[in-house]
């Protein structure tokens, strides 16, 4: 029998996918991945935005044109919060959570809804099957933090951490050319008192690149830095949440940082790796910003100096304090949005020039129109004409595409 899992949402989603589909294989199917002919699909879905929900719940309509007789499991955020709206679609067998996803591969033969309330335990899952250079290694799950405008903590319960060993024997096990450590809040990650710093002095003669997922400003000590530093091959990326430059916005946000504190961990990292890529997402529109609260953004964002910012539209979540508060009309929304895309693509131009005519390490991916296209370990899209294996050093040799022309170091 084939299977499908379709996945929507996160990288945390991807992975969870990954170890669904290394479950069905185990049991015998023939698994494939997206919208492609199947006698079973698992739906992964996602609740992050509005957006998120609608596009999840239209992918059932999506599944049933590819065939009209499937089964389909839908899984993942949205389901978790209208479990009911997904169980009364055609060709819906089974409806679970956002929880405890590994509990899927009993219930194939099931129907109705399951959903599971545990976030006490971490739910350990297969090894992911992936077909790719780059591994999604997923060591926590869940998040404490309950920022006001974020439904995710409701879905998917409080954080939980995977055992140290057992996190750390599939990354040093794995094939892949970089392992990425993820999670809900991997921040947050603490297995006995043992947290993100012992989990890296683990791995640190790892084969493959490590690099770590989304941080919270909290999680960068110097105990961390130091920790990164031993890592055999790092790397030096470092995707720090800001959500916004304001400090009202901030604290109406429920974000537990200043700007000073977000200023001292830049710079700490950029002492221990002076070239490193600081990412960020910064939400345009947020209730009640002022127009000079985004100015402050704006000017914040300009200080730090962000290789890249994923910039994205407040989406009102039910459930979430920031949905009772006034929110921004949607033409000022927009205006915001497109000014903070604007400054985007200008902090990350500046950036990829800067490493113009420097070597770097090139993890490829994939080969389009002639070129081997991947990521470097400071996170710059790298093209280099022909073919390469494995990590490659090379040299970037000028702006190309979305990201920098490189030639491979002979």
């Known amino acids: 029998m084939k299977a499908s899992v379709f996945t929507l949402g996160c990288k ?23 919208l492609v ?20 719940r239209q992918a059932i309509a999506r599944i049933r044109k590819v065939n009209p007789r499937a089964k ?77 405008y974020c439904i995710i903590p409701y879905l998917r319960g409080r954080s939980r951490s995977r055992k140290l060993e057992s996190a750390a024997a599939e990354i040093l096990q794995s094939s892949a050319e970089e392992v990425v450590i993820t999670g809900i809040d991997v921040s947050s990650y603490n297995d006995g008192g043992r947290g993100l710093a012992q989990l890296l002095l683990a791995v ?13 400003v909290g999680a960068v000590t110097k105990e961390l830095m130091e920790a990164a530093a031993e890592v055999r091959c790092f790397a030096p990326h470092f995707h720090l949440s800001l959500q916004s430059g304001a400090e009202s916005v ?15 961990r830049v710079a700490l990292i950029r002492s221990y790796f002076p070239g490193a890529a600081v990412t960020t997402d910064i939400i345009a529109g947020f209730p009640s910003e002022t127009d000079e609260d985004f100015e402050e953004t704006l000017a914040f964002a300009k200080e730090i100096g962000f290789s890249q910012i994923h ?23 927009d205006a915001r949005l497109h000014r903070l895309l604007a400054l985007a693509s200008e902090l990350k131009g500046e950036y990829e020039r800067a490493h113009i ?6 993890v490829p991916e994939e080969r389009r129109e002639g070129y081997t296209e991947g990521y470097s370990e400071n996170y710059i899209r790298l093209y280099v004409a022909g073919g390469a294996e494995g990590r490659t050093r090379v040299r970037a040799v000028g702006a190309f595409k979305d990201g920098l022309l490189a030639e491979i170091i002979r």
């Open 72 to 148: 389909i499991i839908v899984c993942g955020c949205a389901a978790e919060k209208a479990p009911d709206a997904f169980l009364q679609k055609e060709n819906v067998a089974v409806v679970t959570g956002a929880r405890q996803k590994g509990k899927i591969l009993q219930l194939l033969e099931r129907e109705g809804a399951f959903l599971d309330e545990n976030d006490r335990e971490y739910d350990e899952l297969p090894p992911p099957r992936t077909l790719k250079s780059r591994a999604f290694v997923k060591v926590q799950d869940g998040c404490n933090n309950f920022c006001s």
């Open 250 to 264: 901030l604290k109406k946000m429920n974000r537990h940082y200043t700007k000073d504190d977000y200023r001292a």
């Open 357 to 362: 005519g420097k070597a770097l390490e090139l």
């Open 311 to 333: 910039c994205f539209p407040y989406s009102r979540r039910t459930g979430t304090v920031a949905a009772k508060m006034k929110e921004v009309p949607p033409n000022v929304k």
């Open 37 to 56: 002919p199947a006698d079973l699909y698992i739906l992964n879905t996602c609740a992050v935005t509005g957006e998120a929900e609608k596009k999840s």
């Open 12 to 34: 945390v989603n991807d992975c969870e996918s990954g170890s669904l589909a290394e479950g069905l294989t185990r049991l015998g199917y023939e698994v494939t991945e997206g």
């Open 204 to 216: 640190k003669d790892a084969k493959s690149r490590i690099r770590i997922g989304s941080l919270e």
